[in-house]
């Protein structure tokens, strides 16, 4: 069994920055991936960004990338989203998830089996 805590969420105006952070309990394996999904109110959930718990490669959506980093610390188990110039669409539910990787399907949410509370975050115009 795995545990997923997110943290980090909140209100900021367009152009800024937030840093969400995700805490995870028991076992996550080399195989694995981790990444961060978005809902916003009406629409599916989406990928965000993931990383491949062996390796460290990453991937981005084209929504996200040069904005989003996803990085982890391996010593506090925890999984990173810095997300910079951040903008009114970004607006969402985010939540962080894991499961065995799969590259053809890990933009897919039914891919992961394990999935935080999520964080609310908030971008103003």
């Known amino acids: 069994q795995v545990q997923l805590v997110e943290s980090g969420g909140g209100s900021v105006e367009a152009g800024g920055s937030l840093r969400l952070s995700c805490a995870a309990s028991?076992?996550?394996?080399?195989?694995?991936?981790l990444a961060w999904f978005r809902q916003a109110p009406g629409k599916e959930r989406e990928g965000v960004a993931i990383?491949?718990?062996?390796?460290?490669?990453?991937y981005y959506a084209d929504s996200v990338k040069g904005r989003f980093t996803i990085s982890r610390d391996s010593a506090k188990n925890t999984l990173y989203l810095q997300m910079n110039s951040l903008k009114p669409e970004d607006t969402a539910m985010y939540y962080c998830?894991?499961?065995?990787?799969?590259?053809?399907?890990?933009?897919?949410?039914?891919?992961?089996?394990?999935w935080g509370q999520g964080t609310q975050v908030t971008v103003s115009s």
């Open positions: 028991g076992n996550i394996y080399s195989n694995y991936c």
């Open positions: 998830a894991t499961g065995p990787y799969h590259y053809a399907y890990m933009w897919m949410p039914g891919s992961y089996a394990y």
């Open positions: 990383l491949y718990y062996g390796s460290g490669g990453t």
